[in-house]
């Protein structure tokens, strides 16, 4: 569906389009961060899948059925209600042997992605320096 709202705005002739997702979309295909931190998590996930992209954190959904393991190098995100409409944020990173606590951020309000896009960032480019660094020592011992 989509919606469009003329602009008010002297000297912005052209109207803007935003795109408005269905209800029924398709929880698989990734999306900027930004966009699900808008609201509560939904019914049947358990949290968001990050990747960072071209400078952007983009999210999948985690369905609550199926494996429970978080891909190497994966931070998965989640988020419950808390008071005063704010959300309480869960970082957990995905590691060959299991998966581990990354971070807390309680009482987040409003869009938070940019919170924690410093922490999720770093983690997945350190996690990725490692992984090289390990197939190259473990080439040289060879």
Partial sequence: MTRHDRC????????????VRCSGEDRRAP???SLLTRRPMPA????ALVTVTGG?????WLPSRGPSRI???RVM???TPSAGGRSDVTARLGLAGAQVLLALWPGLRGEWSDV???TVAEVT???AALHLATAVLDRLAD
């Fill in 56 to 60: 952007r954190l983009m999210a999948t």
């Fill in 77 to 79: 995100l989640s988020w």
């Fill in 116 to 118: 924690v896009r410093p």
């Fill in 125 to 127: 480019e350190l996690h």
């Fill in 71 to 73: 891909p190497p190098g």
């Fill in 8 to 19: 008010d705005r002297p000297g912005r002739g052209r109207p803007a389009l935003t795109l």
């Fill in 44 to 47: 049947g996930v358990r949290g």
């Fill in 31 to 33: 999306v900027a961060l």
